[in-house]
């Protein structure tokens, strides 16, 4: 079992940064990437960022060159500046034993941001 906890959330306003942190632990074998789901009200959820133990990192279209994904074994972060209103939604670390990152889920923490 993996035990995934993220911390980090906020109200920011547009424009403005915030940085999310997730630590993983337990049978964290086989586990290749973590990475940062996101789910926004009426929406789906989707991979926002994923990063390998081999530093291969993923972005979605929709925050490259706004956010940054990086990792300290099995702690991630997420640095995310720039912000604007549609970036507004649940955020969820995950891990996983592909790119997509997607096995196991934290809580999630929410993120607001203001225009």
């Known amino acids: 079992q993996v035990h995934v906890v993220e911390s980090g959330g906020g109200l920011v306003q547009a424009g403005g940064s915030l940085r999310l942190s997730c630590v993983a632990s337990?049978?964290?074998?086989?586990?290749?990437?973590m990475g940062w789901h996101r789910q926004a009200p009426g929406n789906e959820r989707e991979l926002v960022a994923s990063?390998?133990?081999?530093?291969e990192t993923y972005y979605a279209d929709s925050v490259k060159g706004r956010f940054t994904i990086s990792r300290d074994q099995d702690t991630v972060y997420l640095q995310m500046d720039s912000l604007e209103p549609e970036d507004t939604a649940v955020y969820y670390c995950?891990?996983?034993?592909?790119?997509?990152?997607?096995?196991?889920w934290g809580q999630g923490t929410q993120v607001t941001v203001s225009s």
């Open positions: 990063i390998t133990r081999r530093g």
């Open positions: 337990g049978h964290m074998f086989g586990m290749d990437a």
């Open positions: 995950t891990t996983g034993r592909s790119w997509r990152a997607a096995d196991y």
